[in-house]
């Protein structure tokens, strides 16, 4: 059963990635996935004559009814830079099209690295102190409405226009 529990993990993983590379391509953009081993991009893109160039990491939720909220990890609080953005998918069940919330990496980092305590509720500062040093995962969030417009299918952000 655990066999199939990864497998499904990674074939969502997969289909987050191929999701935005489609996604990207119908708008006009040039965009691969990258090898599974590379670590930290999952897609390459660029503007069509090539002058401009960005990296993806995905994350990928399959929850049919979306919470709008997916696991990174510690080492993404310091992974960042002006190029490399986040791409969090939510599938939304198989009759649906996915969401996707194109967010810079500077934002995710810093949300994990100072705002994501903050949403454990009922905890003490302590008790935020001992469980967040205590883990290795971290849960980014689109818990305002707002803040997710700014991000949903906004693809403008990546700043591949020519």
């Not at 609080?77 to 791409?87: D, G, I, P, Q, W």
């Not at 009922?122 to 409405?145: A, C, F, P, Q, V």
Request: glycine letters at 4%; hydrophobic letters at 30%.
């Amino acid at each position: 059963m655990e066999k199939t529990k990864s497998k499904n993990k990674a074939l969502t993983g997969i289909a987050g990635a191929h999701f935005v590379v489609a996604e990207m391509s119908r708008k006009g953009y040039i965009a691969t996935v990258t090898s599974r081993n590379t670590e930290g991009v999952d897609i390459l893109a660029s503007n069509l004559d090539g002058s401009k160039l960005v990296s993806i990491q995905v994350k990928t939720s399959s929850n049919k009814y979306s919470t709008r909220s997916w696991i990174l990890s510690k080492k993404q609080e310091n992974a960042y830079s002006k190029n490399l953005f986040y791409v969090f998918v939510d599938l939304n069940g198989e009759d649906q099209m996915p969401d996707f919330y194109i967010i810079p990496s500077e934002i995710v980092a810093d949300y994990i690295k100072n705002i994501y305590p903050e949403t454990k509720k009922g905890l003490s500062e302590d008790e935020k102190k001992k469980r967040r040093e205590k883990s290795d995962y971290r849960l980014y969030e689109i818990y305002d409405d707002k803040i997710a417009e700014k991000y949903h299918n906004k693809w403008e952000n990546l700043g591949l226009e020519n």
